[in-house]
């Protein structure tokens, strides 16, 4: 039988009505129940998360313009809630969106392993490939701190909601923290050394004659993020900022 019968389709309701709503909730299966559709779930939101990653850097790096520019800038995103905070959920979202997507195709892929396989097919892979799921969790658990340290105040010194740059500069005078966010940066570029690649490979960026200098290009900039976000304990901890 037909799709598009009388029967299949509720009357009164225009049939090109009937077939987008069927194509929405097949979508929405696909990406939720399926292999592919969690890695375009994960590639998505991971590329929202990035671009925050990169924004997010460039903000941090006018510490080395002194305390007024910075202040100036986290005053300026304060002052304007009806952009922060949508912002501020999207994130959210996308977060919740990647962890979870992450924790279902390690599961699966786990449980596979477990069953064996029928034929063993060697994939080429990388240290940083085969612990995306630890450093992921490890980035999670660096990023409550890092809130709970800069944005909310409540571990760490002094907390003055006024002066940004004074309470990074404040909190990276003191090695055990400023160590904290090194270790918390360099498990973020391992995590971006595969993941940003990967996205671009799971979204369709790909082609034999550029895979290798897209791997390269994905690669650079993963470190570049890297040692942008340690340069800043780095350089509190070694007097350059003050
Ligand atoms: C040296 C490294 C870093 C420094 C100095 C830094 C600095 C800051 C500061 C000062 C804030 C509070 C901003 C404000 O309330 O105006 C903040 C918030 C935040 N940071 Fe970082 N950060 C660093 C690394 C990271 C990394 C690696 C990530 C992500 C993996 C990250 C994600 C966030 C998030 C999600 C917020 C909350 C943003 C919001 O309030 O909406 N940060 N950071």
């Known amino acids: 039988m037909c799709g598009n019968s009388p029967a299949a389709n509720p009357p009164g309701k225009p049939v090109e009505e009937f077939f987008a709503e069927d194509m929405a909730v097949r979508m929405i299966k696909t990406l939720t129940q399926t292999t592919v559709g969690q890695k375009v779930l994960m590639a998505v939101t991971g590329l929202i998360l990035f671009l925050f990653i990169l924004g997010h850097l460039s903000g941090n790096l006018l510490i080395f313009a002194g305390r007024e520019h910075m202040n100036e800038y986290a005053h300026f995103l304060h002052e304007h809630p009806k952009f922060l905070w949508p912002a501020r959920i999207v994130l959210l979202f996308c977060f919740f969106v990647h962890i979870v997507a992450a924790a279902r195709l390690w599961l699966k892929n786990r449980s596979a392993r477990e069953e064996g396989y ?3 097919l060697p994939i ?119």
Request: hydrophobic fraction near 50%; aromatic fraction near 12%; proline fraction near 4%.
């Open 124 to 242: 080429e892979t990388t240290i940083a490939a085969r612990t995306m799921i630890y450093g992921g969790a490890a980035i999670f658990f660096f990023l409550l701190w890092h809130l709970l340290h800069l944005t909310f105040g409540v571990v760490g010194p002094r907390f003055d909601p006024n002066d940004v740059y004074g309470n990074v500069v404040r909190g990276f005078q003191n090695p055990a923290i400023a160590g904290i966010y090194l270790v918390g940066v360099a498990c973020l570029c391992a995590h971006l050394y595969h993941g940003a690649w990967s996205l671009l490979h799971t979204l369709g960026l790909s082609a034999p004659e550029i895979d290798c200098a897209k791997k390269k290009a994905a690669r650079i900039l993963a470190v570049l993020i890297g040692l942008g976000y340690a340069s800043i304990p780095l350089a509190v901890l070694t007097g350059v900022v003050r």
């Open 118 to 120: 029928t034929i063993y």
